[in-house]
């Protein structure tokens, strides 16, 4: 059994940065892509950006120049930076995971509300 928990949201200015973090915890044999996605109330879930194991980075074209992804294989932990907030960026971010020999686990989400 695994577990991903995100922290680090909050309230914020528009033009502000906040950095979440997702840390695993459990059985981990492997931790291979890590994700972070959005939901903004009455939306779908949106896909934001990814690191593999071997650090390749990918982004939604609507945070590629504002949000940057990283991780710490030595903490099991992603995160992710997010600079020059919006009101539009206003979501619960979750991180995804997935687990060697256990599949793809989601955290329970962490809320960022920015205020214009």
């Known amino acids: 059994q695994v577990q991903l928990v995100e922290s680090g949201g909050g309230l914020v200015q528009a033009g502000g940065s906040l950095r979440l973090s997702c840390s695993a915890s459990g059985s981990i044999f492997r931790i291979n892509a890590m994700d972070w996605y959005r939901q903004a109330l009455g939306k779908q879930r949106e896909f934001l950006a990814r690191?593999?194991?071997?650090?390749?980075?990918n982004y939604a074209d609507s945070v590629k120049a504002r949000f940057t992804i990283s991780r710490d294989d030595a903490k099991n932990a992603a995160y992710l930076q997010m600079n020059s907030l919006k009101p539009e960026d206003t979501a619960v971010y979750y991180c995804?995971?997935?687990?060697?020999?256990?599949?793809?686990?989601w955290g329970q989400g962490t809320q960022v509300i920015v205020s214009s």
């Open positions: 690191i593999t194991s071997g650090g390749t980075t």
């Open positions: 995804h995971a997935d687990f060697a020999f256990r599949g793809g686990y």
